[in-house]
């Protein structure tokens, strides 16, 4: 048993050969292409740097990507030497900073690379940047009728490098889909007419890889899949590709509890009978939502029981009948035990959520435990 587990009742655990699998399994289906990993907001809750350790030791990724600067402050910190995209929008005083940790960044207005310049010519120094091309997300990204000008601004200033050009999917979740061929296409013509740049085109998410093969092209930034989550529910059971992070708790509390008593705020839960109630120490503070009161499942002796009443913030209750489980036992909350699982996306879907915001949720209070 790991040392912080004595420490605090709840804890996630993180397979760290089944996240390397699905690294591999996602290398072998986009072959020549690079792989950025992104391990934003925490490695979707896994923990930013253990899993960005994992992943460069095993020599599987060619770049991680982050949302925000201070993501790749961190990784830097913890000497993480791989490349390093930064997704997100950048200010100008943050430019210093991403230049001394030979980080790469986006660029996606005219307005926002003047600005940028700006701070280059006062230092100096020469940025590395990714063009972001609006395809149809609608969220950042320079129009496709202003990307020439763009370009030819960029390549024209001394101040910038460009490496690569990117956009972002919005409906490839699902095969087949009409508005993702047509981001793909308009992401084809686009690289062809500048095919003979030495720039790396990227487009697909974890969708994009899994069923648009012709989205690949030369990097994919798959982050959901890597994690081992399918974008649209499904789970391929030939599939090497499987979920390294189980979510658990040890009961804290076991009592007996008489007919017609109601449990946990508000009473939204109303014994029937006499039953054997237990205590679990994880609540709406771990991220375990209060939209799960009267749904969560749990697993408990290879038992599936549902939460009684409403999640509090440090502890919920479930009414395990004339069932056995005592304090200590170990109780499953995502994950495997015995013959029965819980999925993650079960779990989101009874929150009212998807597994992204789901992962990225879980506490900072929850330690994180590595397996091999
Ligand atoms: C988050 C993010 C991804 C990964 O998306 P998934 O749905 O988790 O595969 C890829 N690219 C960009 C720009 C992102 O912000």
């Not at 005219?110 to 940028?116: G, L, P, S, T």
């Not at 007419?193 to 974890?206: G, Q």
């Not at 590709?241 to 658990?248: D, T, V």
């Not at 076991?254 to 120490?281: C, E, M, N």
């Amino acid at each position: 048993m790991h040392a912080v587990q004595k420490f605090h009742p709840a804890w996630i655990e993180i397979s760290r050969t089944q996240f390397l699998k699905n690294l591999q399994a996602i290398r072998k289906k986009i072959g020549q292409a690079r792989f950025c990993l992104p391990v934003k907001a925490n490695a979707y809750g896994h923990g930013l740097i253990q899993m960005s350790r994992f992943a460069e030791e095993a020599g599987l990724i060619d770049y991680f990507g982050v949302a925000y600067l201070n993501e790749a402050i961190a990784l830097r910190q913890a000497g993480i030497q791989s490349p390093i995209l930064v997704f997100g929008a950048i200010h100008e005083d943050q430019i210093e900073s991403l230049l001394n940790l030979q980080v790469s960044f986006t660029i996606s207005s005219r307005y926002k690379a003047e600005r940028v310049a700006t701070k280059c010519r006062e230092l100096n120094k020469v940025c590395r940047v990714h063009v972001e091309v609006e395809t149809g997300m609608q969220r950042t990204g320079v129009r496709p009728d202003s990307v020439h000008s763009l370009f030819n601004y960029l390549e024209a200033s001394p101040w910038f490098r460009i490496e690569g050009v990117y956009s972002h999917l919005a409906t490839a979740d699902t095969p087949d889909d009409l508005g993702t061929q047509k981001q793909i296409s308009l992401f084809q013509s686009l690289r062809e007419e500048f095919k003979h740049r030495e720039w790396i085109w990227h487009l697909a998410n974890s969708g994009g890889v899994l069923y648009y093969p012709q989205a690949h092209f030369d990097m994919v930034r798959p982050g959901l899949l890597a994690y081992g989550y399918y974008p649209d529910g499904s789970q391929n059971t030939e599939e090497v590709i499987a979920p390294c992070l189980e979510l658990k708790a040890k009961v804290s509390y076991f009592k007996v509890v008489a007919s017609d008593l109601g449990i946990s705020y508000g009473h939204l839960y109303k014994t029937k009978q006499q039953t054997r109630v237990i205590t679990i120490p994880i609540g709406h503070a771990d991220g375990y939502r209060r939209s799960l009161s009267n749904k969560a499942p749990l697993l408990l002796r290879g038992n599936k029981f549902v939460a009684a009443g409403v999640i509090c913030m440090d502890q919920f209750m479930a009414d395990i009948g004339q069932f056995e489980g005592y304090v200590g036992d170990e109780v499953v909350l995502i994950g495997k035990q015995k013959d029965q699982e819980i999925t993650l996306w079960e779990v989101s879907l009874l929150a009212g959520s998807i597994p992204h915001e789901f992962l990225v949720s879980l506490g900072e209070r929850l330690p994180r435990i590595y397996r091999s």
